[in-house]
């Protein structure tokens, strides 16, 4: 009796082990359930939500979201504020001069345009659009100017490029505000040929300076020694005589040539 009632016990505390060990595991996958269906998205991000690998078309917004558990829906995030890409990029002018620049690109995912990104190109959007595109663009554009109108008119050339980028990347879902060309670059034998260019119209421009000076130089003497006439020279000396006789007359009869004696 004493043995039966022992087994008896033994099959409850059994029961009771494996019914707690049943609660505890639920417990544990109600948590983890739990936490994969809550989503915190930041602050300028929206995340993109797929089911089995399927853009459903959901975007979530800042902060927290609900999403169903266990791997049912995933989420990836993406950055809609503004983006920064710098980009290094050679190019041939019009008259096939090599030339090189470093560009600063502005941009940003338009929000609702996200899941399209996401389905159509990917998380690597950077890479797959807006490098390449930056290349292309950069080298049409340089392509219309000659490398001395790439110098003057560098601001054209900037809103050429941008405009084009703005083109480009718009259908994407990407809004282009910004770009910078820095650095900008020519082959060395170019860039000597430009430099000894300057210095060529510096010199000409001293020697025509120097020149022009010279002119007016002798045409200033020319007037003065038109104007600086004997009855002329006679009249500033009388008008700046102090009415007094000098003491010595170096051999002459006459002062300011007039007579002394009658």
Do not use: C
């Not at 001293?206 to 003065?224: C, G, S, V, Y």
């Amino acid at each position: 009796m004493v043995q039966k009632r022992r087994i008896i016990q033994e099959k409850g505390d059994m029961l009771r082990s494996k019914k707690l060990i049943f609660i505890a595991v639920v417990g544990i996958l109600f948590v983890i359930g739990f936490f994969s269906m809550v989503k915190q998205i930041g602050t300028g991000q929206v995340g993109v939500v797929t089911q089995y690998g399927k853009v459903t078309g959901r975007e979530l917004g800042e902060g927290l979201a609900f999403v169903l558990p266990f791997g049912l829906n995933n989420v990836t995030v993406y950055d809609i504020k503004i983006q920064k890409e710098n980009v290094s990029s050679t190019a041939a002018s019009l008259d096939l001069q090599d030339v090189s620049s470093e560009i600063v690109l502005n941009y940003q995912l338009e929000r609702g345009s996200v899941s399209n990104v996401h389905q159509t190109i990917g998380a690597n959007y950077v890479d797959k659009i807006v490098t390449p595109a930056i290349n292309e663009i950069f080298k049409a554009a340089s392509s219309k100017y000659t490398a001395s109108q790439l110098i003057t008119q560098r601001s054209k050339l900037k809103s050429d490029a941008l405009t084009g980028l703005q083109t480009r990347l718009k259908p994407f879902g990407i809004t282009v505000s910004e770009l910078s060309i820095v650095d900008f670059k020519f082959s060395d034998n170019f860039s000597s040929a430009i430099e000894e260019k300057q210095v060529a119209q510096q010199n000409a421009e001293r020697a025509k300076f120097n020149l022009e000076a010279a002119k007016t130089d002798a045409q200033a003497q020319k007037a003065q020694s038109e104007t600086l006439t004997k009855e002329f020279l006679q009249k500033q000396a009388i008008e700046k005589w102090d009415g007094k006789l000098p003491t010595y007359l170096g051999g002459g009869d006459s002062v300011f040539n007039i007579p002394l004696t009658d």
